[in-house]
């Protein structure tokens, strides 16, 4: 059983927006990196947005001004607000957990190396 557990994924039209959480578990402290990171069909999965455990958040370009990284430590739980959707977003949607720091805070966003804790994913589907 995974230990990260996303959820909130949906069918959406275009131009419409989703919230995805996270349940972290023991990965949802200050002391991980939690990221999330998507899979198309048919393509390589992709870092989207990582948040550190101080709040500090980084961002893929492809996403910038369409989405927002958070977390709450309290409750060890990750969020990915996400609008302006278009159906190139259409994928799996994954969350993931490292204690590598710094890969929250490369400025190219979260590379798909060194999160060595996933969860199963939730689907995002948009339509045109």
């Known amino acids: 059983q995974a230990e990260l557990e996303e959820s909130g994924g949906g069918s959406v039209q275009a131009g419409g927006s989703l919230r995805l959480s996270c349940a972290a578990d023991?990965?949802?402290?200050?002391?991980?990196?939690l990221a999330w990171f998507r899979q198309a069909p048919g393509k390589e999965r992709e870092g989207i947005a990582g948040?550190?455990?101080?709040?500090?958040?980084t961002y893929a370009d492809f996403m910038k001004g369409r989405v927002t990284v958070s977390r709450d430590n309290a409750k060890n739980t990750l969020y990915l607000q996400m609008s302006s959707l278009t159906p190139e977003d259409t994928g799996m949607y994954f969350c993931a957990a490292t204690l590598f720091e710094r890969l929250c805070r490369d400025p190219r966003g979260p590379p798909t190396r060194g999160f060595g804790y996933w969860g199963r994913g939730t689907q995002v589907t948009v339509s045109s």
């Open positions: 948040v550190a455990g101080d709040g500090f958040a």
């Open positions: 023991r990965y949802g402290n200050s002391a991980y990196c």
